[in-house]
């Protein structure tokens, strides 16, 4: 197959792929915003109960992404990605039907269950050249975070249309088309050959990878948390209009974002490039709690948005060098067990900060761990990451 075929072919799978991921995640988000409002009517409604519904969906996540990485590694993938987003369903059923928090919690909890995360970046490896993983897992990021913006403007107006079982419901017809998505993904695809990393079994290095989306991830939360409420408060900027602050700078990373991670593809070298996203990360964070216009905020949720998608990019495509194609599925669900911890953790960290320390306290707290990690990553990347070079 000529390169520019074989390009083409795997930005087809890729934007297929980032469809299925995104309709799923969709789902996700746009309960999130108005979740804790709606559940308010629900019998049986506390702020503990509540919050563990929201909580619940990360924990059984985590639990089974490596239960479902070790079955696509034998029975494939594409049939673990159906059960996955069939389960997602099932349990938006139950959540919609629902007339008590116990069967609100239990409706999450089966929609956790359906753990792809995992599987779906392994497929994703197995099927694009090394070189070129960086801009695939650019291209399922940018799906997930436009999930995200599109959930910051449509969740208000649905939620009061629709109201939570409506939304529930939205969650259902979403996964069902992810469900037709995957099948027009071919059933069986060859795994792209690539040389083994030499330290293919071994798995410190993974962990470090999966420590360092916990990390990821439990910031994100823990910002989403923290922000609004500061926003609102500090600032005068009623939630509605967020979006407008959100969506800018999340176009403007992805502008800085893909010429940055097409010299690093071409060069395999996102183990130098962590270290410095982290920082970046870590300053914008950190300085985030102590600006005080929009503009600048706007600049800082740029830089915050630039790392975060640079680390989302190009952890999953170092990983997937790291564990090669056999295992590769659970393997990489270790790091998305680790990617969901890290959502639940950041959430219940940030809530205990906002309401004991207040937002900037929050901000700045998750600031200085991110920093840290990235000194420690800089230290650790040479010993674990350096055979991954080009020759």
């Known amino acids: ?15 297929t792929l980032s469809g299925v991921i995104t309709f799923r995640m969709l789902g996700l988000f746009l309960i999130l915003p108005v979740f804790m409002v709606l559940a308010r009517d629900v019998p049986g409604f506390t702020p503990q109960s509540a919050g563990l519904a929201v909580g619940i969906y990360g924990l059984t996540q985590a639990i089974l992404q490596q239960p479902f990485g070790w079955l696509s590694d034998r029975w494939g993938r594409r049939p673990v990605l159906l059960l996955g987003l069939g389960l997602f369903a099932l349990g938006g059923m139950v959540s919609a039907m629902a007339d008590s928090m116990p069967g609100l919690i239990a409706g999450r909890a089966l929609q956790g269950c359906g753990a792809i995360a995992g599987v779906a970046m392994a497929y994703a490896a197995d099927v694009t050249r090394p070189e070129r993983r960086p801009i695939i897992m650019a291209i399922i990021g940018m799906g997930i975070g436009g999930a995200f913006l599109l959930s910051m403007v449509l969740s208000v107006p649905l939620a009061n249309l629709l109201g939570l079982g409506g939304l529930f419901w939205l969650t259902v017809i979403f996964a069902i088309a992810g469900m037709g998505l995957v099948m027009t993904i071919p059933r069986a695809a060859r795994p792209v050959a690539e040389a083994q990393w030499e330290g293919e079994f071994d798995l410190a290095p993974i962990w470090l990878l999966a420590f360092s989306v916990f990390l990821l991830h439990g910031a994100m939360t823990l910002l989403f948390v923290s922000l609004p409420p500061w926003l609102v408060g500090n600032l005068g900027f009623e939630l509605s209009g967020h979006w407008k602050l959100y969506v800018p700078a999340m176009i403007g990373s992805v502008i800085l974002m893909l010429p940055i991670l097409r010299k690093v593809g071409a060069n395999l070298s996102e183990q130098h490039m962590l270290p410095l996203a982290f920082l970046l990360l870590a300053a914008a964070i950190g300085l985030i709690a102590l600006s005080s216009g929009l503009a600048v905020l706007a600049l800082l949720l740029t830089a915050y948005f630039l790392a975060f998608n640079l680390l989302e990019a190009g952890m999953p495509a170092l990983l997937s060098r790291i564990t090669g ?12 067990t680790l990617q969901f911890l890290g959502a639940f953790a950041g959430g219940v960290a940030g809530g205990w900060l906002l309401q004991g320390y207040g937002s900037e306290t929050a901000l700045l707290s998750a600031g200085v761990v991110c920093g840290l990690w990235g000194v420690v990553l ?9 055979t991954g070079e080009k020759g």
């Not at 194609?325 to 998305?336: A, F, K, P, T, V």
């Not at 800089?378 to 350096?386: A, V």
């Open 325 to 336: 194609s056999r295992g590769r599925g659970r393997r990489m669900g270790i790091y998305s």
């Open 378 to 386: 800089k230290l650790l990347s040479k010993r674990f990451f350096l």
């Open 1 to 15: 197959m000529s390169a520019a075929r074989e390009k083409t072919r795997e930005l087809r799978f890729a934007a």
